[in-house]
């Protein structure tokens, strides 16, 4: 998987670019793990060089940014930023289910 020991955080960030550019419109988390255990030297800058990028991508394609970037650092251990991620996934749920409510009117037609 993409936390395993063996996979680079540059590895990471590769695959999370490539995913991210294959679904640009979906709702979307990032999410820094394991923080009580330390992140690399470098990891959270280059993510928001990444992050920076796609604002820009996304900008110049007419789509709606956001104004910073965005990220949870999440330690289950600690309980560092759980209930900011529930409250986001809770968040982005009620966005789908109004995009799925929509789809569902225009059926019924």
Avoid at 79 to 102: F, N, P, T
């Amino acid at each position: 998987g993409a936390g395993d020991k063996c996979s680079s955080v540059e590895d990471q960030l590769i695959l999370r670019r490539e995913v991210r550019a294959r679904f640009p419109r979906r709702p979307w988390i990032d999410v820094i793990s394991k923080y009580d255990l330390g992140v690399v030297d470098g990891a959270r800058e280059r993510l928001i060089e990444i992050m920076e990028a796609e604002r820009l991508e996304k900008a110049k394609k007419g789509f709606d940014v956001d104004e910073e970037n965005y990220f949870i650092e999440l330690s289950i251990k600690e309980g560092q930023g759980v209930e900011e991620l529930r409250q986001e996934v809770m968040r982005m749920l009620g966005e789908v289910r109004v995009v799925l409510d929509a789809m569902a009117k225009m059926d019924d037609r």
